[in-house]
């Protein structure tokens, strides 16, 4: 990390303003060479930018010295005018005086490797980026400010501790120390087994908040499942006519409910069907409804309970749609809720209904949410292995103590203090450029 990066962090293009950020051990020459002066640190002030004789542009100029920056190395941003000439202009600049372009993610791969934050920060600044609503955001804000971290070195700290009580009784035999001295860390590890079951077992909350909580409607043929699609979606997505099997392929809307990401997926009506086609869309329909998070059951006046029963989980509600047609049937053990596409009739009420469904399963848990497969794989590594220990403890102490150590490595993999190599190309490869 000799050289210095630049790259612009606004958006490409005609804009209000444009900003340059800079990185690197010539951060403050290059700004010397620009005609910018002395500056105080973090204080924006007013300077005219020049290079080789011309004049760049008049803007606001920030000075970051390390180690007190965003990467931990000195920093500088020039917030300029942001037309597509100036941007270019500084550009060319910068090129001039040695710096090369930043690749995607290298400040923040900076700012881990300077040890401004560990590696689920950093992947914590990717997903905040990328929010699209505030569920999104309020969980990469916690990440970022160290929460799930701080879990983490918790459980390590558990790990340690009964780490040095199983090597005492290995290393000092003939010392002085209690009896059993290993065993007394069964304790330890029956506390940190039980908290590592708790975080697995958070049904990829914190992955379905970041991706996206999976909606399914299921029901038979002329269910109106398509109606409620396009009414949910506030919008005509679906081809809706009276002919059964109109619908023969999965069709998905990306909305948002109650500050959270939904994909909404409309299925062919679940039947057996000669026609390959539209077995295939049913195919695709059944393996749909079993990978959901929620399915919704949509039931019409007359509906048998069909196919679709075998697909409903106890949790999942019952749709009753056309209720201007009259009663629907209501299924027993299931929640049910009637509407209206044609009149509007219950909409209301079902949006209210999900976004409740929403904020119990996404919203509510001690354990701060695993946003990574990454994370869950390390996890899973982690309890097999203290599982191990615990089922080693009395017998074999030496083969507890290195089944904690391994378990202390794959936690450690999270957060990036040992094993980094391997996966900084996979974290940070999806960054925007200029963070």
Same mark, same amino acid.
């Given at each position: 990390m000799s050289d210095t990066i630049f790259a612009l962090a606004t958006p490409p293009g005609r804009g209000a303003i444009a900003v340059i950020r800079i990185s690197g051990p010539d951060t403050e020459r290059t700004l010397a060479a620009l005609g910018v002066g002395r500056l105080k640190p973090r204080l924006a002030m007013l300077r005219d930018l020049a290079h080789g004789g011309d004049h760049i542009d008049?803007?606001?100029?920030?000075?970051?010295?390390?180690?007190?920056?965003?990467?931990?190395?000195?920093?500088?941003?020039?917030?300029?005018?942001?037309?597509?000439?100036?941007?270019?202009?500084?550009?060319?600049?910068?090129?001039?005086?040695?710096?090369?372009?930043?690749?995607?993610?290298?400040?923040?791969?900076?700012?881990?490797?300077?040890?401004?934050? *560990?590696?689920?920060?950093?992947?914590?600044?990717?997903?905040?980026?990328?929010?699209?609503t505030l569920g999104q955001a309020r969980q990469a804000l916690g990440q970022l400010g160290g929460a799930l971290s701080d879990v983490y070195a918790g459980f390590r700290a558990d790990l340690l501790r009964a780490l040095a009580l199983v090597e005492a009784e290995i290393d000092f035999p003939d010392e002085e120390t209690p009896d059993n001295l290993a065993r007394s860390a069964g304790p330890v590890l029956d506390g940190l087994i039980a908290r590592l079951?708790?975080?697995?077992s958070d049904a990829r909350r914190g992955e379905r908040v970041r991706d996206g909580y999976r909606i399914v409607l299921i029901g038979e043929t002329n269910a109106g499942k398509s109606s409620l699609f396009n009414a949910l979606a506030a919008r005509e997505a679906a081809i809706v006519t009276p002919i059964a099997g109109t619908t023969r392929d999965v069709l998905d809307a990306e909305l948002?409910?109650?500050?959270?990401?939904?994909?909404?997926?409309?299925t062919a009506g679940l039947r057996d069907s000669d026609d390959p086609v539209e077995a295939e869309g049913v195919r695709r329909a059944r393996a749909r409804a079993q990978d959901?998070?929620?399915?919704?059951?949509?039931?019409?006046?007359?509906?048998?309970?069909?196919?679709?029963?075998?697909?409903?989980?106890?949790? *999942?509600?019952?749709?009753?749609?056309?209720?201007?047609l009259g009663a629907g049937p209501e299924v027993a053990g299931h929640e049910t809720l009637s509407l209206?596409?044609?009149t509007g009739q219950g909409?209301?009420?079902?949006?209210?209904?999900?976004?409740?469904?929403?904020?119990?399963d996404l919203s509510g848990a001690d354990f701060p949410a695993v946003t990574q497969e990454r994370h869950r794989r390390r996890l899973d590594e982690a309890l097999v292995a203290v599982r191990a220990a615990r089922a080693q403890l009395d017998r074999a102490p030496e083969m507890a103590g290195d089944d904690l150590r391994r378990a202390n490595e794959a936690l450690a993999r999270v957060t990036g203090e040992i094993g980094v190599e391997e996966i900084l190309g996979e974290v940070f490869a999806s960054f925007c450029i200029g963070k």
């Open positions: 008049q803007g606001l100029v920030l000075w970051f010295p390390a180690p007190a920056s965003y990467t931990g190395e000195d920093c500088a941003e020039l917030q300029l005018h942001g037309g597509r000439a100036v941007v270019e202009a500084a550009s060319r600049a910068l090129l001039d005086l040695g710096l090369r372009p930043a690749d995607p993610g290298e400040f923040t791969q900076r700012a881990f490797q300077n040890g401004r934050m *560990d590696l689920a920060q950093a992947e914590a600044v990717a997903d905040l980026i990328d929010a699209e079951e708790a975080a697995l948002v409910i109650g500050g959270y990401a939904v994909t909404l997926s409309d959901a998070d929620l399915r919704l059951w949509v039931r019409a006046p007359g509906d048998a309970p069909g196919v679709a029963a075998d697909y409903a989980q106890p949790d *999942d509600l019952v749709v009753l749609t056309k209720a201007d209206s596409t044609t909409l209301d009420r079902l949006h209210d209904w999900i976004a409740a469904r929403l904020a119990r």
